[in-house]
């Protein structure tokens, strides 16, 4: 039996946005980042569950319509991109997010 226990608040990375696997199920991946720097505006290959787990980030969301929206995300918050949604995170310090994901998606 393969288990695993993980204290987020215990995990680091060697980079900002590195990340630990926790699961690979059926195409969708479940996994631990660690940051302390912006990402990069991105559109997922599908749809994506952020979980805030540790910190606070404001969440960069561009609409369709061009404007960007900010969205202050405090631990505990939970951020959902549907397919085809831009959008870029801003820790602000150290941040541990938990990403739920189509495998291979950036």
Partial sequence: ?????????????????GARTIASMNGISTRLHWTDQPYRWHVNDGEEVFVLLDGTVDMHVRDTDGSVRVIALQCGDIFYAGAGCEHVAHPHGEARILVIEQEGSI
């Fill in 1 to 17: 039996m393969n288990t695993q226990h993980i204290r987020p608040t215990s995990f680091k990375a060697e980079r900002a946005w």
